[in-house]
């Protein structure tokens, strides 16, 4: 792929911010996008979590991702944006290469990328095979456009009225089991329907890694779920099972 395919079905927008801190700006601005997958890029590890924390006090649902998280952590983050358990992303661009999720619909540029090169991998997160995506870049009032971005790109007018979007559908169960301890996917299924009484649907994406698992419920089933398995081993064997945190 040259550099010009990858431009197919990117739009590249920008969002006027009255004051230098950019957070109501955010938040307004993701209330208009609604319930869409979106990856919010910070600079810094201390910005990523102030902006995730302002985000949950508004009652935004979001989880964060930095190089300073344990593993755990990072892989929780990520599975529930995956999953649907949470459709906000806020990160450092650690996250702007080489991570595999799909279908990303907004890219924002909190602030603004170091170089070309950093903006270009952000992007590259988003509008991939044939689907489209647009990347927003918030600007306070001494900010500008670095030369390398169009200075016609169009700017978004945010509405008076901000309404927080519809809460994502799915919640994340940590399964303190996983490959090393010969638990799989078929494994996980036949116990949440069996013991936990969940149907197919109920069950949304299961990421099943070394020493843990992941896997998406629906939230409306989740706490009768954690009752009816409570009493029950996984592979004979009595499994830590806890939303994940």
Not at 141 to 162: F, G, N, S, V, W
Not at 212 to 225: D, G, I, L, P, W
Not at 235 to 240: A, E, R, S
């Amino acid at each position: 792929l040259n550099d010009n395919d990858e431009e197919t079905g990117l739009a590249i927008k920008t969002v006027k911010s009255d004051g230098k801190d950019k957070l109501e700006t955010l938040f307004r601005l993701i209330c208009m996008l609604g319930n869409r997958s979106t990856i919010i890029f910070c600079n810094h590890r201390e910005s990523v979590e102030r902006t995730s924390s302002y985000l949950k006090e508004k009652d935004i649902v979001n989880v964060f991702y930095h190089g300073a998280l344990e593993q755990q952590e990072r892989d929780a983050a990520l599975c529930k944006f995956r999953n649907g358990t949470s459709n906000v992303l806020v990160t450092t661009d650690l996250a702007a290469r080489g991570l595999d999720i799909a279908n990303i619909r907004y890219i924002i540029h909190y602030h603004l990328p170091a170089t070309e090169d950093v903006f270009t991998h952000r992007n590259g997160r988003t509008a991939r095979m044939d689907a489209s995506g647009t990347a927003i870049l918030i600007l306070s009032p001494d900010e500008i456009l670095p030369a390398y971005i169009d200075k016609d790109i169009e700017t978004i007018q945010l509405p008076a009225t901000a309404t927080v979007p519809d809460k994502p559908q799915w919640s994340t169960l940590f399964i303190a089991a996983g490959k090393k301890d010969k638990v799989n996917k078929i494994d996980i299924v036949g116990f949440l329907s069996n013991r936990g009484h969940l149907k197919k649907e109920d069950i949304g994406l299961i990421e099943v890694k070394d020493f843990f698992s992941f896997v998406a419920v629906r939230k409306s089933k989740v706490s009768h779920t954690l009752q009816q398995i409570k009493e029950h081993k996984l592979k004979n064997k009595k499994v830590k099972i806890a939303v994940a945190k």
